[in-house]
């Protein structure tokens, strides 16, 4: 995968999550994506050393006329990512917001099945301290169409990784 295609994909991406994001009004914690672009717009560090040749005699009023060779100073300076660690950056934010989830989920349930828990029916109902109704239902096949998705998701996050890494591996 060239720059090129990485950073059209990237924007692709993010122009296909934003847009999704907003239709769907998440709260802030829900908004996995903010995270995310925030990383990428900050960059990354790049250390600069700076080196000022030139001999200058210093008056050291203690010990007397003495010289310095060359001075230097080391800096930090931010560099924006290339499309390819854009894109990378986007994969694994998306991979732990959406797939792990799913994941853990899945992981849950059947840990649960597993207990004597008397009349289980697989039905998690979710509330909060603030509503006597549960907020969020989840059902086996919520959990199943979940893991599907994310599934799904995963599968394309490895093809996208392999094209990166086959292009890192022949741009070396």
């Known amino acids: 995968m060239t720059e090129a295609e990485s950073e059209a994909l990237y924007a692709d991406l993010i122009q296909t999550l934003t847009t999704r994001r907003d239709a769907d009004t998440l709260q802030g914690r829900d908004d996995y994506l903010s995270p995310i672009l925030a990383e990428i717009e900050a960059g990354k560090s790049v250390p600069i050393k700076l080196r000022v040749p030139g001999d200058r005699e210093i008056l050291d009023p203690v010990a007397?006329?003495?010289?310095s060779g060359a001075s230097s100073a080391e800096f930090i300076q931010r560099q924006d990512f290339s499309g390819a660690e854009k894109l990378?950056?986007?994969?694994?934010?998306?991979e732990l917001a959406v797939v792990a989830p799913a994941?853990?989920?899945s992981e849950l349930n059947d840990a649960l099945k597993g207990l004597e828990a008397g009349e289980f029916d697989g039905v998690y109902q979710f509330g909060s301290d603030v509503h006597s109704s549960p907020t969020r239902i989840v059902t086996p096949s919520d959990l199943i169409d979940s893991s599907i998705t994310a599934s799904k998701l995963e599968g394309l996050i490895d093809e996208i990784r392999a094209e990166l890494i086959m292009k890192s591996e022949v741009g070396a």
């Open 64 to 67: 007397g006329p003495r010289s």
């Open 88 to 94: 990378a950056i986007l994969l694994r934010g998306l």
């Open 103 to 105: 994941r853990m989920a």
